[in-house]
Nanobody, 116 residues
């Protein structure tokens, strides 16, 4: 069964850190580009970061550049999103997506709340 499961979300104060995990099962995620997206209440889902298959080229949205780091552990079939210096505007449900055209898989999301 193909599955993506996000974990690591939670409640954190501004300036804090969280590490999200996206664990894949049922397929070899190292052949897929993996992206992290987020959706805040009342807003559209937006891309946050992604990492390519193969050479692992990374991309970051301007809003998170310098604060978030995406990485992959192929042996664990897992991709991570290290989030530092969190801001209240980072509050959202975070989703991971695996894509290798035409296949696309989404996880169920994990809530990140940044508040004092």
């Amino acid at each position: 069964q193909v599955q993506l499961v996000e974990s690591g979300g939670g409640l954190v104060q501004p300036g804090g850190s969280l590490r999200l995990s996206c664990a894949a099962s049922g397929f070899a995620s190292d052949y897929y580009a993996i992206g992290w997206f987020r959706q805040a209440p009342g807003k559209e889902r937006e891309g946050v970061s992604c990492i390519s298959s193969g050479d692992g080229v990374t991309y970051y949205a301007d809003s998170v550049k310098g604060r978030f780091t995406i990485s992959r552990a192929n042996a664990k079939n897992t991709v991570y999103l290290q989030m530092n210096s969190l801001k209240p505007e980072d509050t959202a449900v975070y989703y991971c997506r695996a894509s290798d055209y035409p296949q696309t898989y989404w996880g169920q999301g994990t809530q990140v709340t940044v508040t004092s």
